[in-house]
Protein backbone atom coordinates (compact mmCIF):
# COMPACT_ATOMS: atom_id res chain seq x y z
CA UNK A 1 0.00 0.00 0.00
CA UNK A 2 1.36 3.35 -1.15
CA UNK A 3 0.32 6.82 -0.47
CA UNK A 4 2.10 9.18 -3.37
CA UNK A 5 2.08 12.88 -2.81
CA UNK A 6 3.10 15.67 -4.80
CA UNK A 7 1.99 19.27 -6.04
CA UNK A 8 4.33 20.99 -3.42
CA UNK A 9 6.10 24.18 -4.32
CA UNK A 10 7.60 27.32 -3.93
CA UNK A 11 4.78 30.02 -4.17
CA UNK A 12 4.24 33.58 -2.95
CA UNK A 13 2.03 34.37 -0.54
CA UNK A 14 -2.02 34.82 -1.56
CA UNK A 15 -0.96 32.33 -4.52
CA UNK A 16 -2.45 28.93 -4.83
CA UNK A 17 -1.20 25.33 -5.02
CA UNK A 18 -3.24 21.86 -5.78
CA UNK A 19 -1.62 18.68 -3.76
CA UNK A 20 -2.54 15.13 -4.94
CA UNK A 21 -2.11 11.88 -3.33
CA UNK A 22 -2.21 9.37 -4.98
CA UNK A 23 -3.02 5.56 -3.16
CA UNK A 24 -2.21 2.11 -4.46
CA UNK A 25 -2.03 -1.21 -3.85
CA UNK A 26 -5.71 -1.00 -2.03
CA UNK A 27 -8.66 0.72 -2.59
CA UNK A 28 -9.84 3.54 -0.21
CA UNK A 29 -12.80 4.80 -1.29
CA UNK A 30 -14.20 3.57 1.78
CA UNK A 31 -11.64 4.94 4.03
CA UNK A 32 -11.25 8.81 4.88
CA UNK A 33 -8.47 10.72 3.46
CA UNK A 34 -6.83 13.84 4.54
CA UNK A 35 -3.58 16.00 5.13
CA UNK A 36 -1.62 16.85 8.09
CA UNK A 37 0.94 18.72 8.12
CA UNK A 38 4.31 19.78 9.49
CA UNK A 39 6.55 22.58 9.95
CA UNK A 40 10.27 23.00 10.96
CA UNK A 41 10.15 22.36 15.19
CA UNK A 42 6.46 22.18 15.57
CA UNK A 43 4.22 19.10 15.96
CA UNK A 44 1.85 17.53 13.02
CA UNK A 45 -1.15 19.67 12.59
CA UNK A 46 -4.73 18.75 11.21
CA UNK A 47 -5.17 20.37 7.56
CA UNK A 48 -8.33 18.25 5.99
CA UNK A 49 -10.19 15.43 5.52
CA UNK A 50 -12.98 13.94 3.33
CA UNK A 51 -15.15 10.68 4.54
CA UNK A 52 -18.34 9.55 2.94
CA UNK A 53 -19.30 13.06 1.33
CA UNK A 54 -18.38 15.32 4.47
CA UNK A 55 -14.79 17.47 5.04
CA UNK A 56 -13.76 18.49 7.34
CA UNK A 57 -11.06 21.58 8.12
CA UNK A 58 -8.76 23.23 10.98
CA UNK A 59 -9.87 26.90 11.85
CA UNK A 60 -6.30 28.15 10.48
CA UNK A 61 -7.29 26.69 6.79
CA UNK A 62 -11.26 26.99 6.92
CA UNK A 63 -12.50 29.48 3.85
CA UNK A 64 -8.77 29.12 2.02
CA UNK A 65 -8.47 25.06 1.13
CA UNK A 66 -10.62 22.83 -0.86
CA UNK A 67 -10.18 19.15 -0.20
CA UNK A 68 -11.79 16.56 -3.00
CA UNK A 69 -11.30 13.33 -3.93
CA UNK A 70 -11.90 10.98 -6.92
CA UNK A 71 -12.94 7.29 -5.98
CA UNK A 72 -12.06 6.33 -9.55
CA UNK A 73 -8.54 7.46 -9.73
CA UNK A 74 -8.16 6.61 -5.68
CA UNK A 75 -6.66 10.58 -5.09
CA UNK A 76 -7.24 12.96 -3.10
CA UNK A 77 -6.49 16.74 -3.90
CA UNK A 78 -5.52 19.58 -1.58
CA UNK A 79 -6.50 22.83 -3.18
CA UNK A 80 -4.98 25.90 -1.25
CA UNK A 81 -5.89 29.49 -2.03
CA UNK A 82 -4.95 32.83 -0.44
CA UNK A 83 -1.52 30.98 0.33
CA UNK A 84 0.37 32.49 3.69
CA UNK A 85 3.74 32.28 4.93
CA UNK A 86 2.37 30.46 7.85
CA UNK A 87 1.33 27.59 5.80
CA UNK A 88 4.82 26.78 4.92
CA UNK A 89 5.40 23.09 5.96
CA UNK A 90 5.60 19.75 4.33
CA UNK A 91 2.53 18.32 3.65
CA UNK A 92 1.48 14.28 4.31
CA UNK A 93 -1.37 12.81 3.11
CA UNK A 94 -3.37 9.84 4.97
CA UNK A 95 -5.74 7.22 4.88
CA UNK A 96 -7.80 5.88 7.39
CA UNK A 97 -11.24 4.04 8.13
CA UNK A 98 -12.30 7.22 10.45
CA UNK A 99 -11.24 10.63 10.42
CA UNK A 100 -10.90 11.91 14.09
CA UNK A 101 -8.10 8.86 13.42
CA UNK A 102 -6.75 11.25 10.89
CA UNK A 103 -7.19 15.30 12.83
CA UNK A 104 -5.81 12.91 16.11
CA UNK A 105 -2.37 11.66 13.85
CA UNK A 106 -3.35 8.15 14.49
CA UNK A 107 -4.28 7.12 10.77
CA UNK A 108 -3.38 3.84 9.68
CA UNK A 109 -1.57 4.80 6.50
CA UNK A 110 0.85 7.56 5.73
CA UNK A 111 2.36 8.98 2.63
CA UNK A 112 5.72 10.56 2.17
CA UNK A 113 5.50 14.48 2.47
CA UNK A 114 5.89 17.51 -0.31
CA UNK A 115 7.35 20.60 0.80
CA UNK A 116 5.11 24.15 0.70
CA UNK A 117 6.99 26.99 0.79
CA UNK A 118 5.26 30.33 0.91
CA UNK A 119 6.92 33.83 0.91
CA UNK A 120 6.29 36.95 1.70
Known amino acids: VQLQASGGGLVQAGGSLRLSCAASGKTFSNYAMGWVRQNAGKEREFVAA??????YYSDSVKGRFTISRDNAENTVYLQMNSLKPEDTAVYYC????????????????WGQGTLVTVSS
Open 50 to 55: VSAGST
Open 94 to 109: AADPLWVRISRMLSAY
